[in-house]
T-cell receptor, first 114, second 112 residues
Framework: SQTIHQWPATLVQPVGSPLSLECTVEGTSNPNLYWYRQAAGRGLQLLFYSVGIGQISSEVPQNLSASRPQDRQFILSSKKLLLSDSGFYLC?????????????FGSGTRLTVV | GENVEQHPSTLSVQEGDSAVIKCTYS??????FPWYKQELGKRPQLIIDIRSNVGEKKDQRIAVTLNKTAKHFSLHITETQPEDSAVYFCAASTPRFQKLVFGTGTRLLVSP
């Protein structure tokens, strides 16, 4: 069965520190992968998506970057965190073979920048 | 790009009543419309979805309707229960890359 792993679950980082969040998917190949951010009490904002290894599309200009070094691995990074980077970060995947089941989200990382 | 608007932002109902959440989308090429339920501190969970070739879909107490001409779709929950209390998000996806664009969410509160 397909599963998605996301870690860490919570993170408190000082302003100006680097960031690396990792997401891996099991039980599927060649998935679409996505990073979303949800500010407190707000909706889901698409940050990046990837349709294959090394293929990254950015949806909004920001202090973050993404990479996909392997088929089932998606990494969200920052060189220097800002206070405004705080939020709930969700990784999601889409099985293009099935298409009709929507996205499956990881359990999320709650990031607090202090 | 696609833009999804969702109303209302909050909805309070009594247990047993029906709840309706409405969304509109802007891109006529969108062809997939899922609804997610998010409980406090948890990840969004898919509860029902509909494709553009279908006008209505029902799953027990939950139904979704789609009007392609008007570019709007709605979530209907009947016989609401306190455990239905959560934030509900609609979303729309275009065929290319299957990017999901979300509405702003509706906080549903079901009072016993």
């Amino acid at each position: 069965s397909q599963t998605i792993h996301q870690w860490p679950a919570t993170l408190v980082q000082p302003v100006g520190s680097p960031l690396s969040l990792e997401c891996t998917v099991e039980g599927t190949s060649n998935p679409n992968l996505y990073w979303y951010r949800q500010a407190a009490g707000r909706g889901l904002q698409l940050l990046f998506y990837s349709v294959g290894i090394g293929q990254i599309s950015s949806e909004v200009p920001q202090n973050l970057s993404a990479s996909r070094p392997q088929d089932r691995q998606f990494i969200l990074s920052s060189k220097k965190l800002l206070l405004s980077d705080s939020g709930f970060y969700l990784c999601a995947w889409l099985d293009r073979a099935t298409r009709g089941v929507g996205y499956t989200f990881g359990s999320g990382t709650r990031l607090t920048v202090v | 790009g696609e833009n999804v608007e969702q109303h209302p932002s909050t909805l309070s109902v009594q247990e047993g009543d029906s709840a309706v959440i409405k969304c509109t989308y802007s891109d006529s090429a969108s062809n997939y419309f899922p609804w997610y339920k998010q409980e406090l501190g948890k990840r969004p969970q898919l509860i029902i979805d509909i494709r553009s070739n279908v006008g209505e879909k029902k799953d027990q107490r939950i139904a979704v309707t789609l009007n392609k001409t008007a570019k709007h779709f709605s979530l209907h929950i009947t016989e609401t229960q306190p455990e239905d209390s959560a934030v509900y998000f609609c979303a729309a996806s275009t065929p290319r890359f299957q990017k999901l664009v979300f509405g702003t969410g509706t906080r549903l509160l079901v009072s016993p």
